[in-house]
Each structure stands twice: as structure tokens, then as C-alpha cells.
């Protein structure tokens, strides 16, 4: 009886723990205005997910501290799709029927983002992606979806026209999550390896959560690829540094950039010098006013912490959003025509934020942002990022990757 | 070529020393009590944690070094607290169901619990080498990975001659043949439960701290780990720690080579192909398991 009861209360408190964890929210007595908030706030990449939730309610707190909007408060309900999209399908599913959100914002994933802005074009509820760069999430002529990320080919464009003009690689190779985002730079890079003419010598997969990448690492050391386009996040992409330095293996990494973060750079260490990107880091264009407002305001909220891209690209999601509800009017009792107002206010958006002016093309995606391409580089034996091209925007020259045992 | 097959072997033999470690933990624990710990990999997180914290305070070397006993010591008590309080009260109802949902329960607590306590970003436990790199004729790895080697390879080591020379060890290998006659033969079985958790837990702690050295430490860490470790105890034999220092290795290994030759994106689906062909061929394992009640 006693094993039973204590069991039980086991039990308990496991999933209280489960629920407070999985999905935080706090329902108001007065009605509030409901944005559903998709990400993966488990699983390797909730760390990326946190530096989002962060950047958002740094814009959040700000309104309903001014009172919100027409008196009413800003509630973000944040759900997690653990980067599954299976699991991002069932939590749109409650945003839309269940909690009755006006508009959907987040998202973090491309595998995630294609299957969850399907559920709300279907059910005809605006969703705002804001971390996801696979094309086919704003090309299927869905009139619901937005994104406020730029896709991989905007993204990459930078990069590519320093491939192509500067670094003219001879051999290349690819090692890549085995995924949308993973498969769609695959696509990107595979193109331009072929109008360059350079060799593809390998295309290697690994899987999101694996930490051992010395078969992948020992093989492309093998084949001995002057550039290798490694599409990975935060965690996988500093494991893969520091085992190519254990495994001896050098190459010019050319990522996405969504990998430089705050832990990348504190996981990986020196490990990372060389490695590129494309990158909308805020703290790379401090000349701007409102990104050096922006990263003042997130720098006192949050001890210091350096606000990131995922910080930066959570904010401007979330102020578009906000945007287009003020603009769309105060909510009404019918939530269709509320999300349908929204909808069309979304479409008319052109405000001024941290990744730079945000307006929409017919389909939705953002045409107005544009990545650098970036460098790690060491200062001090700290690793920092630098845009390298196009000459007229670089803050330091290029520098050749040094075999490991040349390097300081 | 040669070299590169070496190398990966070599690398296959380094993950699959970690491997061995956690999976050696939870074949004891099923061979003795019989009970499926699906949170064992979570005790390795434990043991990182520990780790990450120890290191704040000694840094360098002996940090390192201290820095595995703590985590052994620390997973190890929690281990005991884990066996007196929430798995032995439900040990005399004995039914499997109620245990493995014990122990679902308890890696989601674990894992979410970590999550809010140390946050979701992932860490390093510092390298006291700071991955310095050894090329040899065939093969290059870093010093740190086959300290990791070397490290496994003392601990399971030492383990074997507890198991095999000591009245003790004896008694626990005897408690996990027949429950039954080890207590017709005045063995205290109610203490090598304890004792079997405690050091089936301080080796998944150890594990979690080699883990997190070679590769990354955060709250979900221990997921693979534990399903890494159920696939090498159903090679080995369940309750089987020979078969689980062999299946340790050969799934290791297995993995590499199949990465590198057969196919890199079903490098994680071999470990479960083996599964599936050991459970359909020899159900017993390779080296035969215990019988299961």
C-alpha cells in the first residue's frame, strides 16, 4: 500500500515537472490576445529555441508593460515540437482549435515549419516563421504563411559569390544533419558546385543529437576536400570542430551560420577558427541604431548576455506580429475574421527591426534581409566573428585555414 | 585505405569503451534484480553535471581526475537513494510493467528536472589536454581519447576482479544465476541489491563524465547513450557484463565500419539491425544471458 501510494505521487511530480516544462502559459482573468509560439524547447536545439523565447519577450514584456494592446496583455503560449514534425502538427493543432491564437509565430526547423504551415494554411490561421531557411515552406503559393527569415538561397547568396569569385574551390565536400534544412543547402551548394566546376568528393549525413562524427571526419580526411559545407546547428557543428582537430583534419567549413552562437563559440573554443558563414549576428552592425538599442535593452534584461541570431530573429518575428495585430484592429468575437484581418495586415508589413527592414514579397518570405558572409577569426585567442565580403562591408581580410600544428 | 579502416576501427573502439561502461551498469542491474532502467543513461547526465560543476572549483588535471570520483560517488548515492526508495518498494509487487514505467517516469523526471536546474545550453567538461592531437603511422586521435580508452579500460578491469575475486563479488554474480539458492546460501540479498545499483550507477556516472569530455554534456544527453547501452546488453545477453564489455566494443566498432562503408545516414540504425538479427537468430545474446523471470 505504501509502495503504491508512493509510486503514485512519484508519478506526480514527474508530470507536473513534464507539463510546467513542455508548455509554459498563464492564463489571465481579462481576455488577452493569444499568439501561439512554435519551437523546439527540448531536444538538442532548445538551447536555440531559449535564445529565441528570449529575444521575444524582450519585445513582449516591453508592450504589456505599456499596458499591452487596447488595454488587453500579449499572451504567448509556447509550445514544443522537440524538432520533430509530428510533434509540431499536434501542437498547431491545439494553438488553432484549442486555444483559439490569432496568429502563430516561431518555429524553428524546416522538416518542422513545411508540415506545421500546411496544418495552418489548411486551417486558415497566419503563421510567421521565424528560424527556418528551406525554400519550400514559403513556395507552394500558401497564402497564410510568412517568414521572416530569409530561405537558403537569400541566405547564401553572400557566400556563394565569395565561392565563386574568391576562393574558387577546386574539391569540395558536404557533411550535413539529414534533414530539410541539412538537404536544402545540399541543393544550394550542390548547384554551385557544378557552375564552378568543382569536384564533389563526398556527401556524408548524420542525424540530429549525434555527438561521434570521427567515422564521418576520418573519411572526408581521406578524401582531402579543399572546402567542406558542413549544414549543422549549434551543438553538432562545435563537436565537428573540435573532433576534426582531434583527428588531425583540415578544410575551409563553410556553414550556414546558424550555428554561431554563444555556446558554439564557448563549446568549440579556438577549435572553430576559419570555419564560415553567412550570418545576421547583431553584434556585427552595432553602427545601426536600432540593433545597438536593441542589444542594449536585451544586455540589461538578461545579465549580459550576448544576444545571438536566434535573439535577434525571435524579436523581429515577434514585433512583426505584433505589428500586424495593431494594424489589423482591436479583436472581435469572430476569430476568423480577426485572423483573416491579420492575415492581410501581415502582408502589408514594412517596419524597420534588428535583421533589417522587413517587408514581404506575393509569397510571403522576406526579401529584404541580407546575410554577410562571415569568418571566425581569433582575437586574443578568442574566437570572433568578422564579415570578410564583399570588400566595401568587410571588417577583416580572409585568412586560409593553417594546418593544426601551425596554429597558436 | 588500410589507414583509414584502422583509424576506423580505432575510433569505433573508443566510443564503444564509453558505451561498455554505461551498458555494464545496466546489465548488472537487470541480471541481479531484473529490472530495465530505461533513466540509466540519465545517470550518466548526472555524472556530467557533477563534472561541469567539480571543474568550476579545480581545474586542470586533478580536476579531471577528481572530478570522475566525484561523479562516480555522487551518481553512485544517488543510485542508492534511487534503489531504497523508489525501485525496491515495487520490487515486492513485482510486476514488469510497474517498473518500466517507474523508470520512464523517472527519465523524463531526470531529464526536464536537469533542464530546469542547469538549463538547456549545451557544455564541455574542459579537457585537461586541451585536445591536443597524436598522429601516428596509421591513425590520428586526440591524448584525451585514449585517456578515455585507457580510463574505461581500468575501470572494467577493476570491475572484473571485484566480480571474480572477492567474496562479495562473488555473491553478486551468484544473487544474479538464482536468487533463490544465493539466499538458501546466507546471502544478505536485500544488500546486493543496494550495492548492485550503487555501482551500476557510479559506472553510468563515470561513463557520463568520459562522454561529456570527449563529446558534449546537456540535459538530453542521456537518451542515446541508454539506448546505445540496451542494444549492446541484448548483443551480449541480458545481465551478461562479459557480453556487455564485448557487445561495447563490437557495437562500437560496427558502427564505424558500417558508416564508413556501408551507408553514413544508417550509421545509427545498425546498432538496431543488430538488435532485430540477434533477437530473431540468438535470442540469448552471444554469450548467453540470464533467464528472464
Known amino acids: ?56 519577450m524582450l519585445a513582449v514584456d516591453d508592450v504589456n508593460a505599456k499596458g499591452g494592446l487596447w488595454g488587453r496583455k500579449i499572451e504567448l503560449i509556447f509550445g514544443d515540437t522537440e524538432a520533430k514534425p509530428d510533434k509540431g502538427v499536434a501542437v498547431v493543432k491545439k494553438f488553432i482549435t484549442r486555444d483559439k491564437v490569432l496568429v502563430v509565430g516561431g518555429g524553428y526547423a524546416s522538416s518542422v515549419n513545411i508540415a506545421t504551415s500546411e496544418v495552418c494554411q489548411n486551417e486558415k490561421t497566419p503563421i510567421v516563421v521565424a528560424i527556418a531557411i528551406s525554400p ?80 564521418q571526419i576520418s573519411k572526408l580526411k581521406e578524401l582531402k576536400p579543399e ?12 563537436l565537428i570542430q573540435k573532433q576534426a582537430k582531434e583527428l588531425n583534419f583540415v578544410t575551409q567549413w563553410i556553414g550556414v551560420g546558424g550555428q554561431f552562437t554563444e555556446a558554439y563559440f564557448k563549446m568549440a573554443g579556438p577549435t572553430c577558427q576559419y570555419a564560415m558563414g553567412s ?48 494594424r489589423a484592429g482591436k479583436p472581435t468575437e469572430n476569430l476568423q475574421a480577426d485572423r483573416d484581418r491579420i492575415r492581410d495586415a501581415l502582408r502589408k508589413t514594412s517596419i524597420e527591426l534588428t535583421q533589417g527592414k522587413i517587408e514581404f514579397d506575393k509569397t510571403g518570405q522576406v526579401y529584404t534581409v541580407t546575410p554577410s558572409p562571415v569568418q571566425v577569426q581569433l582575437v586574443d585567442g578568442k574566437p570572433q566573428l568578422f564579415i570578410v565580403y564583399p570588400p566595401a562591408r568587410a571588417g577583416a581580410p580572409y585568412q586560409v585555414p593553417l594546418p593544426w600544428d601551425k596554429r597558436k | 585505405m588500410e589507414s583509414l579502416f584502422l583509424q576506423q576501427v580505432l575510433n569505433g573502439l573508443i566510443v564503444g569503451s564509453v558505451y561498455c561502461l554505461i551498458a555494464i551498469g545496466l546489465t548488472m542491474i537487470f541480471g541481479v534484480m531484473r529490472i530495465s532502467n530505461f533513466a540509466h543513461g540519465d545517470f550518466s547526465m548526472l555524472g556530467a553535471y557533477f563534472a561541469i560543476y567539480f571543474v568550476l572549483f579545480l581545474s586542470g588535471w586533478a580536476g579531471w581526475v577528481g572530478s570522475l570520483v ?62 591536443k592531437t597524436i598522429n601516428l603511422l596509421f591513425f590520428s586521435t586526440s591524448e584525451i581519447r585514449l585517456i578515455c580508452l585507457l580510463f574505461s579500460g581500468i575501470a572494467i578491469f577493476l570491475l572484473q576482479l571485484f566480480l571474480t575475486k572477492t567474496k ?50 546537456f540535459p ?48 545509427n540504425a545498425i546498432g538496431f539491425v543488430i538488435i532485430i538479427l540477434v533477437l530473431l537468430i540468438i535470442p540469448q545474446g552471444l554469450f548467453g544471458g540470464v533467464e528472464k523471470k
Open chain 1, 1 to 56: 500500500m505504501k509502495a503504491s501510494a508512493l509510486f503514485k505521487l512519484f508519478l506526480l511530480v514527474a508530470l507536473c515537472l513534464t507539463v510546467t516544462s513542455y508548455g509554459t502559459r498563464v492564463r489571465a482573468a481579462e481576455p488577452t490576445i493569444p499568439i501561439g509560439i512554435l519551437g523546439p524547447f527540448t531536444g538538442s536545439l532548445a538551447f536555440n529555441a531559449e535564445e529565441m523565447k528570449k529575444g521575444m
Open chain 1, 136 to 215: 519550400t515552406i514559403t513556395n507552394r503559393g500558401f497564402d497564410y504563411v510568412f517568414r521572416t527569415s530569409p530561405n537558403s538561397p537569400q541566405f547564401l547568396a553572400g557566400v556563394n559569390e565569395w565561392l565563386e569569385k574568391v576562393k574558387k574551390p577546386k574539391t569540395v565536400a558536404f557533411l550535413m544533419e539529414n534533414t530539410d534544412y541539412g538537404r536544402d543547402g545540399e541543393k544550394i551548394w550542390s548547384a554551385l558546385s557544378n557552375k564552378i566546376g568543382a569536384k564533389e568528393l563526398a556527401h556524408l549525413y548524420f542525424e540530429i543529437g549525434d555527438t561521434d562524427f570521427t567515422t
Open chain 1, 227 to 238: 572546402a567542406t559545407f558542413n549544414i549543422a546547428s549549434t551543438t553538432e557543428a562545435a
Open chain 1, 279 to 326: 550570418s545576421l549576428e547583431p553584434t556585427l552592425a552595432m553602427k545601426n541604431p536600432i540593433v545597438a538599442d536593441f542589444v542594449k535593452r536585451y544586455e540589461a534584461k538578461y545579465q549580459k548576455a550576448r544576444p545571438g541570431i536566434f535573439s535577434s530573429q525571435g524579436y523581429d518575428n515577434i514585433m512583426v506580429i505584433m505589428d500586424a495585430i495593431k
Open chain 2, 70 to 131: 566525484v561523479a562516480a560517488i555522487g551518481v553512485g548515492l544517488i543510485g542508492f537513494f534511487v534503489e531504497r526508495f523508489l525501485f525496491r518498494p515495487l520490487l515486492t509487487r513485482w510486476t514488469d510493467i510497474d517498473i518500466i514505467m517507474l523508470s520512464i517516469g523517472l527519465f523524463i523526471l531526470l531529464e526536464n528536472g536537469a533542464r530546469l536546474l542547469f538549463g538547456a545550453t549545451p557544455k564541455m567538461i574542459p579537457d585537461p589536454f586541451e585536445s
Open chain 2, 168 to 217: 562479495t563479488g562473488v555473491a553478486i554474480r551468484a544473487t544474479s544465476q538464482n536468487r533463490n539458492a544465493a539466499t538458501l546460501m546466507g546471502i544478505n540479498i536485500s544488500f546486493i541489491y543496494s550495492l548492485t545499483f550503487v555501482v551500476g550507477s557510479a559506472l553510468a556516472g563515470l561513463g557520463g563524465v568520459l562522454y561529456g569530455t570527449i563529446f558534449a554534456v
Open chain 2, 220 to 267: 538530453m544527453m542521456g537518451a542515446v547513450p541508454t539506448l546505445k547501452a540496451f542494444a549492446v546488453t541484448i548483443l551480449g545477453g541480458m545481465g551478461n557484463i562479459r557480453g556487455a564489455i564485448f557487445g561495447g566494443f563490437i557495437l562500437g566498432v560496427a558502427e564505424t565500419l558500417g558508416g564508413n562503408y556501408i551507408s553514413m545516414q544508417y550509421k
